[in-house]
C-alpha cells in the first residue's frame, strides 16, 4: 500500500499482485496489520483508518480527520485491540477491530528505576512504530531518540533510556528479553533487557534503516534507503551489509523463505535473493 490509496493483494507469495477492488480514500497509506487471515486495519495521513474483513480485497473508512493535518504512521493489531500512532503523539485505539476509535493523550513515564520526583513524560513527538513483543509486552520507537514500553498491552507506558538522540524508525523483537532498535544514519542498537541498556551493532552504512523482519534459523533482514539491506545470520549480532546496486530506496519487507526478501520502495515491489549473512 501506498501513494493515493494504492492497496495490492498476492496470493502467490509475491510473483503477482493485484490492486484491491474497493478502496475508499486517495489517501496516502503508511502501515497495515491483520489479527488474522481476513480482518485487517489500514492506516495513512490525515488520521484515515481503513478495515477489511475479506483478507485484503476491499475496504471500508472508519475513521478520518483531515482537520488535523497529522498522518498516522503505524498500526499494531492484536486480536480485536487495535492501536494506531503517528504524528505528534497521536495515539488511537480500537476495541473491536478498527470498527471504532478512541484517541488518547500519548502520556509515558520513565521506568521506576529511573524515576525522580518531578518526572513525567508526555509528548507531542512522532511516534514512528509500535510493535508486539511475548505477552502483553508492546515497544514503540520515536523521533528524537524515544524509545518507549508498555507490559499491559498499552494501557500505559514507560519510557526506555536511549542510546542515541537521533530518531529511531522502527524497533525489532526478537527471543526473550532482546531487541534491535534501528534509524537514521544506519543507527542500530541491541538490548538484551528489554531495554534498559543498549549497545551499538556495526551495520557498515550511514544510511536511514526502515524496516526489519525475523527470518527462520535466528535470520535478520533490515532495509533502508541507498538500497540497503543488511543480512544476520547469528540472531543480530552482527550483520552482513548486502547492497543493492541500484541504490534505490527500501521502505519495507516480508521474508519468503531463508534467501528471498519481497521489498517496496523506490522501485516499486521488488524481490531480493539475500546471501548467506555472517
Not at 493535518?69 to 480485536?80: A, E, F, M, S, T
Not at 524515544?146 to 525489532?172: M, N
Not at 532495509?223 to 543480512?231: F, K, P
Request: proline share 4%.
Amino acid at each position: 500500500m501506498g501513494e493515493r490509496g494504492h492497496v495490492l493483494t498476492s496470493d502467490n507469495r509475491g510473483q503477482t499482485w493485484a490492486q484491491a477492488a474497493n478502496v475508499p480514500t486517495q489517501e496516502l497509506l503508511t502501515a497495515v496489520c491483520f489479527s488474522d487471515e481476513k480482518h485487517g486495519v489500514a492506516v495513512g495521513h490525515d488520521e484515515i483508518a481503513l478495515v477489511t474483513t475479506d483478507a485484503g480485497n476491499s475496504w471500508q473508512r472508519t475513521h478520518y480527520a483531515p482537520e488535523a493535518r497529522q498522518p498516522l504512521l503505524d498500526v499494531l493489531c492484536n486480536g480485536l485491540d487495535v492501536i494506531a500512532v503517528g504524528a505528534y503523539g497521536v495515539y488511537l485505539s480500537s476495541g473491536d477491530r478498527g470498527l471504532t476509535w478512541t484517541e488518547h493523550e500519548f502520556e509515558a513515564q520513565p521506568l521506576p528505576a529511573q524515576k525522580s520526583a518531578d518526572d513525567e513524560i508526555g509528548g507531542d513527538y512522532h511516534l514512528n512504530r509500535i510493535v508486539g513483543a511475548s505477552g502483553s509486552r508492546l515497544y514503540m520507537a520515536a523521533e528524537a531518540g524515544h524509545l518507549y514500553r508498555s507490559d499491559d498491552a498499552g494501557k500505559t507506558w514507560s519510557q526506555l533510556p536511549s542510546p542515541y538522540e537521533g530518531s529511531f524508525f522502527g524497533i525489532l523483537p526478537l527471543s526473550g528479553e532482546s531487541l534491535l532498535a534501528y534509524g537514521l544514519r544506519g543507527r542500530l542498537f541491541r538490548s538484551d533487557d528489554g531495554g534498559l541498556s543498549w549497545r551499538r551493532v556495526t551495520a557498515g552504512t550511514v544510511a536511514m534503516l526502515n524496516d526489519a523482519i525475523r527470518l527462520p534459523n535466528d535470520g535478520i533482514a533490515v532495509v533502508g534507503l541507498s538500497g540497503t539491506v543488511l543480512v544476520s545470520r547469528n540472531g543480530g549480532e552482527t550483520f552482513e551489509l548486502q547492497q543493492q546496486p541500484d541504490r534505490k530506496g527500501l521502505s519495507a519487507l516480508l521474508g519468503v523463505g531463508m534467501s528471498e526478501l519481497i521489498t517496496v520502495g523506490e522501485a516499486g515491489v521488488k524481490a531480493i535473493a539475500i546471501g548467506a549473512g555472517k
